[in-house]
Nanobody, 126 residues
Framework: QVRLMETGGGAVQAGGSLRLSCAVS????????MAWFRQVPGDEREGVGA???????VYTDSATGRFTISEDKAKNIVYLQMNNLKPEDTAMYYC????????????????????WGQGTQVTVSS
């Protein structure tokens, strides 16, 4: 059974940093995509960035230049390093897993995520 667990959320002031972790157990796919999304109450879930099994990473405009996704394949953990946080980054952050690769030529190409974690809350105060 595939399980994803996010940790690392918290409350920080604007300009601060956080590193979120997504630990994956029972990974059944040899090729895959891991992505970070975020959601505030009343809004749709928004993509932040993704990394696929070939190591390609992509970010949405809100994350470019401030957030970095990396992966420790030995531990099956995907990280989201968030720097220069802004109040508008306040959200519940989720990691998602897809059996499809999702990064091609720097473009996020697939959003078919079938496994999700429970989320970790990030709150940024001004």
């Amino acid at each position: 059974q595939v399980r994803l667990m996010e940790t690392g959320g918290g409350a920080v002031q604007a300009g601060g940093s956080l590193r979120l972790s997504c630990a994956v157990s029972g990974l059944p796919y040899s090729t895959y995509c891991m992505a970070w999304f975020r959601q505030v109450p009343g809004d749709e879930r928004e993509g932040v960035g993704a990394i696929d099994s070939d190591g390609g990473a992509v970010y949405t405009d809100s994350a470019t230049g401030r957030f970095t996704i990396s992966e420790d394949k030995a531990k099956n953990i995907v990280y989201l390093q968030m720097n220069n946080l802004k109040p508008e980054d306040t959200a519940m952050y989720y990691c998602g897993l897809s059996a499809l690769r999702c990064v091609e030529d720097g473009i996020w190409t697939s959003y078919e995520f079938v496994n999700w974690g429970q989320g970790t809350q990030v709150t940024v105060s001004s």
